[in-house]
């Protein structure tokens, strides 16, 4: 069984919001961003999976933004070194493309593997990995604590995209019953959750129309980054 991470999944219930699991995986991919940045960029195995999987645009800013601009120039080297024969022969093969019939679609199939380049990244799956172990918790000690049960009822549930994640690992992993009982509380939680926001943000624009001169509660000033995050997940505005 993977490792269970019951401390941080506590913390992260006791932080308000609308998803327990934005608010992990922002913590996790920070996490993950320091230590590349100070150790592991120059460990073997890690450049082999670099050289192979890369980084993602937001990883890639992120890194950039970052400090450690020598250990990350060379780990971007060797991903390009290992790049260049691939590029060079689908650059090629786009030439080719070019010259028979049905161009638009041979050409768009030649250039393919360039857009694949940025479906993989090294960081997005090391916070994947941990997003996994945070769902097996969550699901672990509500089956299994009787005290985590309410504390997830006085959650907001989660956001749609790590809702859907959650409810897979949760169908595929529970007994039967025991998911039957499991979705009679979260299905609630989402339900009013979404319920509450649309009241909310319908107070943030009335608090943005002009000539509005109330300054509004801190419900109503956070109701747009709630929003957008319980519909898209990610963290929004200041935390
Ligand atoms: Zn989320
Ligand atoms: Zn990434």
Not at 38 to 52: A, F, K
Not at 176 to 186: M, N, P
Request: charged share 25%.
């Amino acid at each position: 069984m993977p490792k269970l991470e019951i401390s941080k999944v506590h913390d992260a219930y006791a932080r308000p919001g609308e998803c327990p699991l934005c608010v992990l995986e922002e913590d996790a991919g920070k996490t993950c961003l320091k230590s590349f940045q100070h150790s592991r960029v120059m460990e073997p195995n890690v450049r082999v999976q670099t050289n192979r999987q890369g980084f993602c645009p937001t990883h890639s800013r992120q890194l950039y933004e970052g400090e450690g601009k020598l250990g990350l120039s060379l780990v971007v080297h060797t991903r390009l070194q290992h790049l260049l024969p691939e590029i060079g022969s689908t650059l090629d093969a786009v030439v080719r493309a070019s010259e028979g019939r049905n161009v638009k679609d041979r050409v768009a199939a030649a250039a393919a593997p360039l857009s694949g380049l940025h479906d993989s990244c090294f960081i997005c799956g090391l916070v994947r990995a941990d997003s996994e172990r945070y769902i097996l918790t969550i699901l672990y000690l509500w089956s299994k604590d009787p005290g985590f049960p309410p504390v997830f009822r006085a959650s907001k549930g989660f956001c749609i995209p790590h809702f859907l994640t959650v409810l897979d690992r949760a169908s595929k992993s529970m007994r039967a019953d025991r998911f039957r009982r499991w979705l009679a509380e979260a299905i609630p939680l989402m339900k009013e959750s979404l319920e509450g926001l649309e009241k909310e943000l319908r107070a943030f624009s009335q608090l943005h129309q002009a000539g509005n001169v109330s300054l509004g509660t801190e419900v109503e000033r956070s109701a747009l980054g709630r929003t957008l995050q319980k519909l898209s997940g990610g963290l929004f505005g200041a935390r």
